[in-house]
Each structure stands twice: as C-alpha cells, then as structure tokens.
C-alpha cells in the first residue's frame, strides 16, 4: 500500500473479516478439517457457516473443530420455507440444526432468509404482520440455546431494505439485525445511498463481491462498476461492523475464489475511511422544493469515477484531520454541469488531500436545478452552498474550524456554483439570514465556470441552471462572476489548463483581471495542458501540481 496521502486507501484488518457460502460452494468439496485449515492458511479468524441438508451430518463435527483451532464461527444459515417453518412450527432438518447448535455450545447469529412462499396471498400490512409474529418466534428460539438472529437479504419483498427495516421495527426485537449481501443487492444499486443510510443503524454485516448492473451476478471484488461506491456509501453513513468476502462459485476452487477476493479488496481503492461527518443541510424541510422526492442515483464514469444525480435531500460530509488543531476549513462543490456530481475526484479524493494537510473539509452534495424537484430550480444548488457556509460557521467551535476561514471550492459548473456564492451572498436566497454568515472566507476555483455570456459560457451549465430563462440577459450577467465580483469579493485561488476545449480558460483569465483591478487577492496557476476535469486523477501530471500550491496558498491564509 502507498504511502502518499493522495493513493490512501481504507485499511479492512483481517479480524474484521469474514468468508461466506464457502461451504456449499467448493469444487474440491474440502471435509470440515480441510476448510478450517483454509480458513486459518488465509489468515482468516472468523467465518460464517452456510449449508445444505446433508451438511448437517458434519456440523457438529466442525463447530467444534472450529473452536479446537480457535476460529471464531459468528453465524449459521437458516432458511425460513413458508411449506414447513411457521410461528411456533420449524422443518424437521431446522429443528435438528438448532440441536446442533445447542450440543455444540457455539453462541452465534442464525441469519435467517425468508422464502417468497411466506407471503403469497398476503396483503403489504399482512406480510409485515406475519414477519413480525415470525421474527419473535425465531429470536425466541435462538435465544433459547444462547444464539441471535438477523434478517439477511436473500431477495424478493423480504429482502427489500425498506420492507427488512419495517420488519424488525414493528417486531420490537431489539437484538435482531440486518446482514446485508451485495449479491442480493443489484436492483438497489440506483437508490444506494439512500439505503445505506437508512439500514445502517441495524446493520450487523456487510457482504461483498463485485457488482455491476447488466452482467453477472457474481464478480470478483473490484471487478465490478459498483462495489466501491456501495462500499463507501456504507462507511460514510457510519458503519464501523465485519466485512463478508464471497465465495459461492461452486465450479472453482473456493480458496481461489477468496484470495482473489482478499486481493481485489486490497488493491480497491476506497477515497476515505470511514469517520466523515454526515450533515443534513435542511433535514425535511428543504425549502424551494416540489415535494418530490426520487432516489439519488449512483452514475459510474471512467477511470474509476462515479457521479451522483437526483439529489433532493442535500447535505454535506465533514471530514477531519487527525489533529486537534483547528484549521480552517473548505467546502468543496463537485462539478458536473447542473447535471450530475462528479463526486469521487471532484470531491471525495479532494478532501482527502486536504485532510491529510491537516485541514477540514466538507465535500457538498448539492442540488441540481430541475424544474420537476424545485420551485426555482436556478437558486437551489446556492441556497445549499450558503445554508453549508452558515452550518459549518454555526458549529465552528464543535468542528474545530476557524470560523473566518471558511472556505468554497468548486470544479467546473461546481466552480460556477462557488464563484456564485462568493458574489452573491449580499444578496442570500435562504430567508431570515445575515449576509456576513454565508459568504465565504476565500474560495478555489479549478477550471471554473465563470461566465454565462455567449462568448465564453459553458451553454450546458447555462442551461441546466438557467432553464428557460437561460437567454435572459439580466439573468445572464447576474451568473457570471467577471462582471460581478468587486472589491467584496474574498480572496481567491484559480486553476485552468490552456488546452481546456470545454471551459476555455479565458473564464478564469476574466477572474483574475477582475479581482487585480478591484484590489482583491488572487492567485492563478494556467498550465500548458491538461484539458478540463483534471482534478485529483493521477494521469494528468502537470496540472496535478496545482493542489500543491493550493496547499501552500492556504497555509498563507492560516
């Protein structure tokens, strides 16, 4: 693993790791002994314990093989057939696993999946009811020979996130929790972010193997488009339990299958550790707001990237120096054109930069304009912009932020967005404020969107934001910075590539001429090539320099 702060990857420590469906899905059909001794070759210290029928001649024999050479077993599957399992009636092959169990003396989780047939012919209240009757039922019973239970996402209405949490909550069983298996998972890749929240409270597991949309099923960890993303979602909304590897290949080699695994997961690149600060902007009060709420949609990109749409409720990630010093501290606006978020290098690998600098950073995720989410979609992604400077100045002394350095970053239509607020908050769009709480203290912007005239605009930006009022020219000269910004206006770091085909630099050169001859602070780097959306991605050497002397730029401001 590279030391340099900019290729920092999460460190997942082999106790808080697990293999799973290990046990049914193995071309050499290792014996009890044979798996255990796998498990202990890899490194591995815990695992959990899949199974069929005939498995159960050789439970018994492996739990205590297991605890002989000390590996932790920390869950046995139990799979709920609507035909035989019912509240106060188990299968006879369960029945004889739960002896198993207690004979054995192992103290562990049963993750219980619920086939279809539990529910056909229920109404959604009715399913619901019966979940909860046979959740209390199960929990009963493992709690009776010293074991747990959690619902594993296993598929169909019983494996949805929404209907698994509502499950639990209307149970009352307060010691039952969620595993949930990314290879269950692909129809939620869309809502993801949404749901990692939402499930994360109850979360007692995570599964893991390659996801992508339109393919297989099953892909090797870091192979797919999705997993890295899932996977950060679910550490930025504060999970801190075990990690599943996968094996469930029934035609390899299962000790192939999870060293590939163990190495896919290694070499992943995950952007931040877990630790960010999530911060609601309006909670459920999002003003300018239609009342339509869709799901946030994860987009992957190349070269590793992904973006974000469909934000409606906006909100920002802080992020923290190992320090105690309090540094100052900066916001940073992806760009995308007001049509999506370029939320990894634009964001995400940015704050982790500045982080490792020792600064505070919070990476916005912001609103974008459309008419069908918003009143007035043209002010939406500032009012985020200025209720984040506010927030962050509000709670300076919780954060440890110097609360006269505060700071906005943008890239792009997100330099737009920045470059905006550092004019416009004499004139706030959120009600009730004082201008001086949301403007900024200093603001970077990196290949910016500056003007919205015909000459030099970035017509997408402008169109997206301005909509049908995007050839309005009192809308288009209040939207561009070169002929906004006075003597006001914060001090100012600029980046752009000479060769950008799509922000010309001459919107940062107009900024710059501007704040020279108003008297402002300005510093601006142009580099001969680059092109645009260089940002934090390692083939764009030149340009990258640029976070260098933003570093230095920012230690002056200190």
Known sequence: ???????????????????????PYDALERSPKERLEMIKEL??????????????????????????????????????DGRFDKPGQLSEKNERMLRILEESGQKLSLWI???????????????????????KYLDKRANAIGCTIDLYNHGGWSGEPENMVKMLELSGEKDVGLIYSFHHGHSHIGRFAKLAKLMTPYLSAVVINGMELNGRNILTVGRGDYEAMMMQAILDAGYKGSWGLLGHVAEEDV????????????????????????????????????????????????????????????????????????????????????????????????AE????DGYRAAVLKYRLPRSELQLDPSIAPLQDAQRAIQILRERADEFGILKDKIGI?????????????????????????????????????????????????????????LGDKQNDPAM????????????????????????????????????????????VSVQAHFYESGGHGFAMKSDRNEPKIW????????????
């Open 547 to 558: 976070v260098d002397e933003l570093i230095g730029w920012l230690g002056k401001l200190k």
């Open 1 to 23: 693993m590279s030391d340099s702060c900019c290729d920092k990857q999460y460190d997942f420590p082999m106790e808080d790791l697990f293999p799973w469906a290990i046990v």
């Open 255 to 350: 000790r192939n299958v999870l060293i590939g695994n163990l190495r896919g997961l290694r070499d992943m690149e995950l952007p931040l550790q877990a630790g960010g600060i999530p911060i609601s902007l309006w909670g459920n009060n999002v003003p300018n707001s239609t009342g339509n709420f869709p799901d946030e949609i994860f987009i992957p990109r190349d070269e590793g990237n992904y973006s974000v749409t469909g934000v409606t409720h906006p909100e920002m990630t802080l992020y923290l120096p190992d320090n105690s010093e309090s540094s100052p501290v900066v916001i940073i606006c992806p760009g995308g054109g007001y049509g999506n978020l370029s939320y990894k290098y634009e964001g995400l690998k940015v």
């Open 113 to 135: 999946g619920l086939h279809q047939n539990n529910f056909e012919g229920k109404s959604v209240e009715e399913r619901l009811s019966y979940s909860a009757e046979l959740i």
């Open 476 to 519: 288009k000269d209040r939207y561009s910075a070169e002929l906004q910004f006075d003597e006001s206006t914060p001090p100012t770091f600029l980046a752009h590539a000479m060769d950008d085909k799509s922000v010309v630099p001459q919107n940062s050169m107009m900024v710059l001429e501007k704040l020279r001859s108003s008297g």
């Open 353 to 356: 930069r500045l982080i490792a």
């Open 43 to 80: 490194g591995y210290t815990q695992y959990a314990y899949d199974w069929r029928e005939h498995h159960l001649e050789t439970m018994g024999e492996e739990l205590s093989l297991a605890r002989e050479m000390g590996i932790k077993v920390i869950a046995v599957w139990f799979w709920v």
């Open 409 to 465: 970053m943008g890239f792009s239509a997100g330099g737009h967005l920045a470059s905006t607020a550092a004019h416009l908050w004499k004139e706030p769009v959120i009600e009730g404020v004082d201008p001086l709480t949301v403007r900024p203290d200093f603001s970077v912007l990196i290949y910016p969107v500056i003007s919205f005239n015909d000459a030099h605009a970035h017509k997408g930006s402008r169109r997206n934001l």
